[in-house]
């Protein structure tokens, strides 16, 4: 097997280990069981979009100076740090288990950083010294697939060890003695992600960099000097420009409804035990979107498919405002696609247009947009939550307050849509589709 092959291989595997968060089917009730409030959990994630706006870009300047197999071994580390400090940390004094998850979220932040754009740099790169930089849009076909069964298993399997109630019944029914409480298995999610990231650092180690042309010096002060030369090509690329803001924008808004996911669950009345099981039938689109695009980006216009994800995510946003009983998640699932096509999108044309030397630290741009977006989102939402309170639900039930906020997402987004809109217009970044040759069928 070729150096690309194999390092398209641990590339696939640091991705399905590194994004198998098994926690995130409860993420937004597992906070709060744990002691947190709705508004803290905005707070936590805003300190998280702020490290990785601290971190993304001049990590993937390093990157690009130092290689990118250093920072992915660091972005696993991290992973596990983080987790660990979840999986350990004492219940019971609040302004103690803020600071920690604080910290957990500093530390996700920083490993978000390190990774993005670098694996995708590493392994483009990897193809593109054995002229095969063509197969990128079935690398990440395969991706889509492999990533889609990892977050089956872990939403399944992070359902179920959340659930005092169905773990202490299969115990009854296998005959094994011992007590399940949700004291003893709200973390069980989190030792579960715990060993992924393990497992992520593993595959790290092994991973090889792709031979790259020498830098004439190889210093902090040079990777700066990266930034400011990425930063000037992406102020002139009109087509490059219009694709992150536009991610930015889907991204952003899609984010913040994932991650209140389990309390939206809970509004439109769905048990808890439901959320790991829906959130892996849901998750079996996975399975098809990255065909999808990859046909769309063969086959379709920048201008096509990014109007058909507007589409599609206006339609998400109003349906979840509907708050029908079960079928509602359908709006999730609906949203879930948008996600994937963007990212399917993004990676496919960004890779087309940046030069190698640039390359994680363009992708780096498009990250520290797009969690820069998330953050100002979350903070957005938690201020309407907060101004909401007293007139939504004057007894203090944070679940009806939410409600009321949920009607405010469509809006917002249709409201951002515009000057983007007129900004292609302006620019005319659209007539021209940046160029992905299809890779040979495989035999």
Not at 324 to 345: D, K, N, P, R
Not at 378 to 390: D, E, I, K, P, T
Request: net charge positive; with cysteine; charged share 15%.
């Amino acid at each position: 097997m070729s150096p690309a092959d194999l390092n398209v291989r641990r590339f696939i595997l640091f991705r399905v280990f590194f994004n198998a968060r098994f926690y995130y089917p409860v993420f937004g009730v597992l906070f709060l069981d744990y002691g947190l409030t709705i508004a803290q959990i905005s707070v936590l994630n805003f300190a998280w979009a702020v490290a990785i706006v601290g971190l993304e870009v001049p990590s993937g300047a390093l990157a690009d100076q130092f290689g990118r197999r250093p920072l992915l071994v660091t972005a696993a580390a991290l992973m596990v740090v983080e987790m660990a400090l979840l999986a350990f940390v004492p219940l019971g004094n609040p302004s103690l288990l803020f600071a920690v998850f604080l910290l957990n979220r500093i530390l996700s932040g920083a490993a978000e950083a390190a990774a993005s754009g670098a694996d995708e740099a590493l392994t483009f790169d990897s193809l593109a010294t054995e002229q095969r930089q063509s197969e990128w849009p079935r690398v990440l076909e395969r991706l889509g697939r492999w990533t889609t069964a990892g977050f089956l298993l872990a939403t399944v399997l992070g359902g179920i060890a959340y659930d005092a109630d169905l773990l202490q019944r299969s115990a009854a029914l296998l005959g094994i003695e011992g007590r399940f409480d949700a004291q003893t298995t709200m973390p069980f999610p989190v030792y579960l992600t715990l060993l992924s990231a393990v497992c992520a650092l593993v595959v790290t180690l092994r991973m090889k960099e792709p031979p790259r042309p020498a830098h004439a010096a190889l210093s902090v002060r040079a990777s700066f000097r990266v930034m400011r030369r990425a930063f000037f090509w992406l102020r002139g690329s009109w087509l490059a420009l219009f694709l992150i803001l536009a991610g930015l924008l889907h991204d952003s808004i899609i984010r913040l409804v994932m991650t209140l996911s389990s309390n939206y669950y809970r509004l439109i009345e769905i048990p808890t035990a439901w959320f790991g099981v829906i959130g892996a039938v849901l998750g079996l689109t996975g399975f098809i979107v990255p065909s999808i695009g990859r046909r769309l980006v063969e086959r379709r216009s920048v201008a096509f498919n990014f109007t058909l994800l507007a589409v599609l995510t206006a339609i998400g946003l109003a349906g979840l405002t509907l708050r029908i009983a079960w079928y509602g998640a359908l709006f999730c699932a609906l949203l879930g696609v948008v996600m994937s096509l963007l990212t399917f999108f993004l990676s496919s044309y960004l890779n087309a247009l940046v030069d190698s030397a640039e390359r994680a630290t363009i992708l780096s741009f498009r990250g520290l947009a797009f969690n820069m977006g998330y953050g100002f989102a979350s903070v957005l939402f938690a201020g309407l939550m907060h101004q909401l309170a007293g007139r939504a639900a004057p007894d203090g039930n944070e679940q009806q307050v939410f409600a009321v906020a949920l009607n405010w997402l469509p809006w917002y987004f249709l409201v951002s849509l515009l000057p983007l809109a007129v900004f292609a217009r302006v620019s005319g970044c659209l007539r021209k589709t940046p160029v992905v040759n299809p890779a040979p069928s495989q035999p």
